[in-house]
């Protein structure tokens, strides 16, 4: 993620992609800019359905990394 890749402004969402804590597997969502430049949610993984707590970061470019926290309680 070192370059910089410009996107236009108006777009709304954008995608952003974690590694499941549990099985591996990169993940790619949508991420919502207007919802905040820093945003956390849990969601199940979409491959083995583990829940977990998801960070995400939106990045004064527009880009938006995302990350898992591990396991949601
Ligand atoms: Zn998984």
């Given at each position: 993620m070192k370059k910089k890749r410009r996107r236009k402004r108006r777009e709304v969402s954008v995608e952003a992609s974690y590694v499941c804590d549990n099985c591996g597997e990169e993940i790619v969502i949508p991420v919502d800019r207007s919802a905040g430049e820093s945003q956390e949610f849990i969601e199940d993984c979409?491959?083995?359905?583990h829940p977990q707590m998801i960070r995400v970061e939106v990045e004064e470019d527009g880009e938006a990394r995302a990350w898992s926290e591990g396991e949601a309680n």
């Open positions: 979409p491959v083995c359905c």
